[in-house]
């Protein structure tokens, strides 16, 4: 089987195919059945590493704007990016960016489309992570507001 993935890597145009051996995910289970059930297929993965020269250059990126932040101190009754309402707020002070996102995704779930999420974060990643997420998911970034140096509250429309 390991000699088929080489050769299969190999006609995809990767040089160097390395075979690195097996990680047997399931022998960490809590689950007894799972270690079980996995163990009679002899269920694991194959880590092989692999080089690819380019074939050409890539092409150039879509232009993407991150929004402006909008200062919460702004409070001018002429101001048109006032912060939007929310329907429902996920607070997610003090959890990192990569554990806010399956947070978001479960909560954006629960919601009907065109509805608000206010998401508050404070890890400095989310900045930058939260709206390339929200992008990359279809859902619309109304607004991005740094409260302070830390904490800040997006407020995304589902999909």
């Not at 002429?78 to 479960?106: F, W, Y």
């Not at 629960?110 to 929200?134: K, N």
Request: hydrophobic letters at 40%.
């Amino acid at each position: 089987m390991i000699d088929e993935y080489q050769l299969l890597l190999k006609e995809a145009g990767f040089a160097q195919v390395e075979y690195l051996g097996q990680i047997d995910y399931f022998a960490g289970s809590p689950s007894a059945a799972t270690r079980s059930i996995a163990g009679s297929f002899r269920a694991c993965s194959c880590v092989f590493r692999a080089a690819k020269a380019p074939a050409a250059p890539l092409p150039m990126p879509h232009a993407w704007t991150i929004p402006v932040p909008i200062s919460s101190s702004a409070t001018s009754s002429k101001q048109s990016n006032a912060a939007p309402h929310g329907d429902m707020t996920l607070d997610v002070l003090g959890v990192a960016c990569g554990a806010i996102e399956p947070a978001m995704k479960r909560t954006l779930r629960t919601l009907d489309s065109g509805q608000v999420l206010e998401v508050r974060a404070d890890d400095p990643a989310a900045r930058l992570g939260l709206p390339a997420w929200i992008r990359l998911t279809g859902h619309t970034l109304l607004a991005t507001i740094e409260d302070d140096d830390t904490r800040t509250r997006f407020f995304v429309r589902k999909r």
